[in-house]
């Protein structure tokens, strides 16, 4: 097999595993599913071109870092398409036959679902009516806001 | 030589970084999503476009396609790593949430939350106006939108996604 088609082999098992691995388990974290999918397929794609170039060569970089960049890309598309709030709009109007009322959002609705996605994640938990930090999400807050002061978010515009 | 070019490749994206911590994230035009993104974008093109231009000083056709290939993931994850950091701290509301229970000491009950469904509501309305000015929809009545036939169709690539990953939208 020739370079692209290695490359192209190794990106379609890597969405049909993530895909297959989704459907079986429904429950488990898609980034960590595509994690567990993409992890042993490129290490195959590493050994088949180090294999066939040669393990310092010019394809086998290549292939590598086009595959890690396709992974984070896709994880960035699903993640843009399940979190985002464009993406819900757009998918939620359907042209013509329904149409959607701007002046009406789901916001309730979606106030509880990122409470149950975060305390799914583990960076909050419940107690009865209130919320409250774990460990973990006091490091992500810590983390957050060192970010926000790199990015310079914290100044007005 | 193809390993000098690629050290260069490095280099140029270390370049990006460093004249962003030290120069652009000061000057208000990089400050606003628009701004990082043509940033990112620029500097992506600039990069894959000189690899694509090598065989004009006399690089072989393969070599220029595999380091072209190299560019694109090196500064592709490079660049979606920090768009996504970038967009994450500066807007999400799974972060607004988060900071909101940091203030309140950690905890809070959920009727003090749902004053973050403002939040939600702005956001919504935000994102609508977006949409209609990238031309995903259009406004059919005041207050009323619907799809464009582009917008039908990025939500179709959407849905393809949707069925891939076997996922739920969070905000539906």
New interface residues.
Partial sequence: MNFPAILSLAITST?AG??LV??IR?GFN?VLALIDVGFPVGALLVSQLGRSYGWLS??C?????????FC??YI???TL????????????????EK?????Q???????R???N??RHIG??ASLG?????TQR??L??SS?RL??R????D?P? | M?SAI?ASEFIFVLANALSY?FFF??R?PF??ERGIFIFQAASFLLLVGCTVALPIFGRPLH?AY??A??A???H??YS??FL???S???GS???S???F??RNR??????E??S???I??H???S??D??VRIG??RV?AP??????AF??A??CV??L??F?????????
Avoid: C
Wanted: no cysteine; net charge positive.
């Fill in positions: 969405i993530h895909s989704r459907r429904p898609s010019l394809h970089f290549a292939g590598t870092v086009a595959f890690a960049f984070e890309l960035f598309i699903f398409v399940i979190g985002s709030v464009s993406a819900a709009i757009l998918l939620d109007t359907t042209s013509p149409i959607a009322n701007s002046s959002p789901p916001t309730d609705t979606m106030l679902k990122r409470l996605a975060l960076v909050i009516s209130s919320y409250y930090l999400g006091r992500l807050v957050a970010l926000r790199f990015f310079s978010h100044r515009v | 193809s690629l911590s994230k000061h208000q400050r606003t070599e595999l380091l290939l190299a694109v993931g090196i592709g994850i979606l790593s996504e950091l970038w994450l701290t500066e509301y799974s972060l949430v988060l900071l229970l940091d950690g905890e809070a009950e959920i009727t939350l749902e973050l469904t403002s939600a509501a956001k919504t309305e994102r609508i977006g949409l995903l929809l059919v207050g009323r939108v619907s799809r464009t917008g039908t990025v939500a959407f849905g996604v949707v891939l990953t076997n996922g739920r939208p969070l905000n539906r």
